[in-house]
């Protein structure tokens, strides 16, 4: 679905660096969530927000942080990279109003924590 | 908090034939449960979804039944087609608030021509 993006779609980085993925959406909606995805782990929540003034922690928020600069940017923060963060992240988005559950994904960003 | 087990974790079938994927959750309050498919190197999307006042849900090949009372629900694939190959996860809300999902770990579904 191209009206979620993510970026960087890759990204390689070092132990201790403070990284940062973003996500857009030009699909309106208010809600927005960060999902990590591990082989064999399925999908965790790491966060997620219903509208900019509003930020919740997910199962698994240690070690990252969010922001939600506006209705169409919410941005998931390393602040200091491991190793076992070394996963498949997920930026997905849904909307209350209308379309109510579903949850649409953006593309993934694969990062490896070296 | 919620817990969702999905087995089996590998299905291998043979095209034409059914694949039946089942989902266990713990949190009595959860009301909705929907099923997303992850094709190799994409990202997962909805394929079918139930809320739990209804106990089964088709859309052409495939379908979900749903049991509140023993707490698990499945998805069945019929006449399944190559196409059909990828990771299938269900979900459940976590209570009654349906815009929070716990995901299952995953059903890698293959489909032998």
């Known amino acids: 679905d191209a009206d979620v993006t993510q970026t960087p779609r890759n990204r390689i980085t070092k132990t201790g660096k403070r990284i940062m993925l973003e996500c857009s959406q030009t699909k309106g909606h208010d809600r927005m969530y960060w999902y990590r995805q591990d082989p064999g782990l399925g999908l965790r929540l790491i966060y997620y927000s219903f509208d900019v003034k509003d930020i919740n922690k997910g199962e698994i928020s240690d070690g990252y942080s969010v922001s939600r600069q506006a209705q169409a940017k919410f941005s998931l923060s390393l602040e200091s990279a491991i190793p076992n963060q070394t996963a498949l992240y997920f930026c997905?988005?849904?909307?209350?109003?209308?379309?109510?559950?579903?949850?649409?994904f953006g593309p993934g960003t694969r990062l490896l924590v070296l | 908090g919620e817990n969702v087990e999905q087995h089996p974790s590998t299905l291998s079938v043979q095209e034409g034939d059914s694949a039946v994927i089942k989902c266990t959750y713990s949190d009595s309050a959860s009301n909705y449960f929907p099923w997303y498919k992850q094709e190799l190197g994409k990202r997962p999307q909805l394929i079918i979804d139930i809320r739990s006042n209804v106990g089964e849900k088709k859309d052409q090949r495939i379908a979900v039944t749903l049991n509140k009372t023993a707490k698990h629900f499945s998805l069945h694939i019929t006449e399944t087609q190559p196409e059909d190959s990828a990771v299938y996860f269900c979900?459940?809300?976590?209570?009654?608030?349906?815009?929070?999902?716990?995901f299952g770990k995953g059903t890698l579904l293959t489909v032998n021509p």
């Open positions: 979900a459940a809300s976590i209570g009654s608030s349906n815009y929070k999902l716990t």
């Open positions: 997905a988005t849904s909307d209350s109003w209308t379309t109510g559950e579903t949850q649409y």
